[in-house]
């Protein structure tokens, strides 16, 4: 079990650094979904089943998304400016 | 300021950081090795107390349900703070039909397999939502969880067809009473038991059998609540992102691009 949570906790700190330094938006937001996904993986073996629950969804979907939807808004404007 | 300037400020705010955070670490208790009395008295506690087998669900809607409240109307605040920010403007039209895509681009439809998959996950998903809501005092979950799996229904459906079908499924109006109504009734139940001369949000139903569906008194109804605050209020906030993304333009703008 230690070396399961020691594994996970590693993972969750190496991807959270990519998604860091990751600097195109686009990249970064599916690089932040599977953060959330891990995040929630990690929720459940730390025995959060419920913070899993919501994590999967608001982590893995939800925020993705709203980032998703910004870029492409800010897309248009871009584009009719030029 | 320049390159050096800045690496240097970091280096010494860094290095605070550190001190504070060694310092910080060090009077931690040990992994794993939990000190305190107060989990130990409420797993101990609950299942006589309240009848609730999830002690996480009975301390978040009961023993410190005050403080969930507050949560509740935080998630409340910003769900129409951000409905505020992405309402139409006088100089936004509306675009008709929406379309899901950069006009020069040709998208590839949906593959029938991703279809397939997400029609047959739609109802499961409203199933296990309402289960997580209505067992929240008996397994992991609550209120909040399947809230938000409920709320990603609509999703799934946009997922697997177009904005159109997503907009078809949700309705702005409902799902912000749903939410109006979640919160309210969340105060207003701490209100019920004043009412009976408890004090605020005391558990007033009668506790029932413990394992049964209908048992541990105000921590269902209250899981209820926030059930439908939790998921009207994701739906009211994915629909103003999709409206504000996909449907409002500029007048001045030129449609074009991905809508």
Request: hydrophobic fraction near 50%; aromatic fraction near 10%.
């Amino acid at each position: 079990m230690i070396v399961l949570q020691a594994g996970i906790l590693l993972f969750v700190g190496v991807v959270g650094t990519a998604v860091v330094f990751t600097r195109n938006p686009l990249n970064q937001v599916i690089g932040l979904t599977f953060y959330g996904l891990l995040m929630a993986l990690m929720f459940f073996i730390f025995q959060a089943p419920d913070v899993a629950f919501s994590q999967i969804v608001i982590g893995a979907v939800v925020l993705p998304l709203m980032v998703l939807l910004t870029l492409a808004k800010l897309k248009v404007k871009e584009q009719s400016r030029k | 300021m320049n390159h050096r300037a800045r690496t240097a400020l970091f280096l010494v705010g860094g290095l605070g950081l550190l001190c504070f955070y060694v310092w910080g670490l060090h009077g931690l208790p040990g992994f794993g090795h939990y000190p305190g009395p107060y989990g130990d008295l409420i797993n101990s506690l609950t299942v006589f107390e309240r009848h609730a087998t999830d002690a996480v669900t009975a301390v978040n809607f009961d023993y410190r349900g005050f403080d969930t409240l507050g949560e509740e109307f935080i998630l409340f605040a910003s769900v129409m703070g951000a409905n505020l920010l992405l309402r139409k403007q006088k100089d936004d039209r509306e675009e008709d039909p929406p379309l899901d895509q950069a006009e020069d681009r040709v998208v590839p439809p949906t593959s029938d397999a991703v279809r397939v998959t997400g029609l047959a996950l739609v109802l499961p998903i409203v199933v296990f939502g309402l289960y997580t809501i209505s067992h929240g005092q008996l397994t992991p979950g609550g209120g909040f969880q399947g809230g938000v799996i409920l709320a990603s229904m609509p999703l799934i459906i946009y997922l697997c067809g177009d904005y159109k079908s997503f907009d078809h499924v949700t309705s702005h109006v409902l799902s912000e009473i749903t939410e109006a109504l979640g919160a309210g009734g969340y105060a207003i139940a701490g209100l019920i038991s004043i009412m009976f001369g408890l004090n605020y949000l005391t558990n007033f139903i009668p506790l029932g059998q413990t394992g049964d569906v209908l048992s541990s008194g105000t921590i269902l109804l209250i899981s209820v609540l926030t059930g439908l605050e939790v998921a009207g209020g994701l739906v009211v906030l994915m629909i103003s992102f999709f409206r504000q993304s996909l449907v409002y333009r500029k007048t001045d703008e030129e449609s074009r691009g991905p809508r």
